[in-house]
């Protein structure tokens, strides 16, 4: 039975590796400017992960557990409204164009990341945490959730599609190195208003 629920603490490394599956690669790349020692990119995103603020911090996720084990994660918030970017060139070149997708649904529960560990995948894991999203979102009286998906992940769109996210806009991808794909940014939103 899959089971949804806060993540703690202690998950933080779980929570940072999907975080990264789900950031296709984007957030390895950022941690790599945090490494210390001989810490890995991982170790930075786990001590990220196990703050208490922070966009990444675990306070934040939900986690799907099967069997007690932990399946996949979903991180996820209310977008600030208005939502003023600011001085973009204050932001990392390869998050630019997120951060200015993300400026066009404010207000909106956003989905910063979802992803399931690969051997429990299309076992329902996404379908389930999106529905605690929802469940939270309309509990919070937020009308609109959003998330942004490359347009080269088209089984994640599919995804999205299918439980009623509409594209609305998009930006390229800027390359960064272990970019998984070119192709653009597609920011999604799904109206909750009379659904
Ligand atoms: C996308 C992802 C989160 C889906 O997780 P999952 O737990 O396997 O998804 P589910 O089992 O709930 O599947 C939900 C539906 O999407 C479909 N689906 C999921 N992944 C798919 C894929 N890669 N290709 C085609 N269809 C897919 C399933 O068939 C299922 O459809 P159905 O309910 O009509 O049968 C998972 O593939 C993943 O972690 N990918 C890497 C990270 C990522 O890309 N995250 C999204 C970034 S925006």
């Not at 990119?41 to 911090?57: C, I, K, M, Q, W």
């Not at 932990?70 to 630019?96: A, K, N, T």
């Not at 469940?135 to 769109?157: H, T």
Request: with cysteine; hydrophobic share 40%.
């Amino acid at each position: 039975m899959l089971i949804v629920r806060d993540a703690e603490e202690a998950e933080a490394r779980d929570i940072a590796y999907l975080l990264n599956l789900a950031g296709e690669g984007i957030p390895e790349y950022l941690w790599r400017g945090g490494v210390k020692g001989k810490e890995s990119p991982l170790d930075v995103g786990t001590r990220r992960a196990a703050r208490e603020e922070g966009v990444f911090s675990y306070t934040r996720a939900r986690v799907c557990t099967a069997d007690n084990r932990l399946v996949g994660m979903v991180l996820s918030y209310r977008q600030p409204d208005p939502y003023g970017v600011g001085d973009l060139s204050e932001y990392p070149e390869v998050v630019r164009p997120l951060v200015e997708l993300e400026a066009q649904a404010p207000g909106s529960w956003y989905i910063n990341a979802i992803a399931t560990f690969e051997g429990h995948r299309g076992k329902g894991v996404a379908r389930t945490l999106l529905a605690d999203v929802e469940d939270r979102a309309r509990a919070k009286l937020c009308d609109r959730l959003s998330l942004i998906v490359a347009s080269e992940n088209p089984g994640a769109k599919r995804l999205y599609e299918h439980i009623g996210f509409k594209p609305v806009t998009s930006l390229p991808v800027v390359p960064y190195p272990g970019c998984l794909h070119a192709g653009d940014w597609i920011l999604m939103i799904r109206d909750l208003q009379g659904a």
